[in-house]
């Protein structure tokens, strides 16, 4: 079975994990300053799950034809 890796869901798949990363390592409060650390968990959740759906997506099994 070939697997295809599909661009516009791999690369915002990417930046997402980047930006799930850079709440965990406070980078991004260089950038966005959250009013506490439940806003800051919450937003590193969203990015990351958002993150892995579309990283699931990005990768489509080839149909035969």
Known sequence: MKVTIDLKFFIPAIISLVIAYMTV????????????????????LLAS?????LMI?????????
């Open 49 to 53: 799950v958002m993150g892995i759906m």
């Open 57 to 65: 997506g990005a990768f489509t099994p080839d149909s035969k034809k």
């Open 25 to 44: 390592t406070y980078k991004i409060d260089e950038y966005i300053t959250f009013a506490g650390e439940d806003n800051a968990f919450a937003f590193f």
